[in-house]
């Protein structure tokens, strides 16, 4: 689990990395500890969630990711999640709108109505200012987002028992 922090366009922007807590096989203590961290370095909740997933790939393991965020964190959390897909350069002309309304993966559709269908790409092979655009890109649905949701962050009980920890009140 990895935090840091950053700055796009003037904005402070705080990252949570949370690497394989939210895999199939992911049920161990250290799992349980990450996910306490997890809470802890994102109370009193986050803005946005970034579900990460390569294009072309959403697989029955990405289907149980998803299924463990929602029982992580509640399955409201799926109004303030955003799906980014990895290697862009596979579309190969064809636009990621395209792809994600033709695509015969069901769990995939599935999860991006329930997302609000607010997903972006990136080219796994993008330099300079590809990925410059590229991020800007992320960020504009994620303001688009926030405006949607008047700046609310997502909470819930977990995350208003870490705040309290922070400030040494538990």
């Known amino acids: 689990m990895q935090k840091a922090n950053g700055h796009v366009d003037g904005r402070n ?4 990395d949370t690497p394989s807590i939210f895999e ?3 049920q161990d203590q250290e ?3 990450h996910i ?3 809470y802890l370095l994102s109370a009193p909740g986050p803005h946005v969630l970034l579900l990460v997933t390569q294009l072309g790939r959403f697989t029955e393991q990405d289907t149980v990711a998803v299924t463990k965020v929602k029982e992580v964190f509640g399955a409201g959390v799926m109004r ?5 897909f990895t290697h862009k350069e596979d579309l190969v002309g064809e636009s990621l709108d395209d ?3 033709n695509t015969d993966n069901l769990q995939l559709k599935s999860l991006v109505r329930e997302c609000g269908r607010r997903y972006c790409a990136f080219n796994n ?3 300079g200012e590809e990925q410059r655009e590229q991020l800007l890109e992320l960020m504009a649905v994620i303001e688009r987002l926030e405006r949607e949701l008047d700046g609310a962050f997502y909470t819930n009980d977990l995350f208003f028992d870490a705040q309290i920890l922070q400030q040494g009140g538990g």
């Open 80 to 84: 303030h999640t955003v799906i980014l």
């Open 36 to 38: 306490g961290d997890c």
């Open 125 to 127: 092979r993008a330099t």
């Open 13 to 16: 922007i705080l990252v949570v």
């Open 31 to 33: 799992t349980y500890e």
């Open 24 to 26: 199939a096989k992911a």
């Open 99 to 101: 792809y994600v309304a």
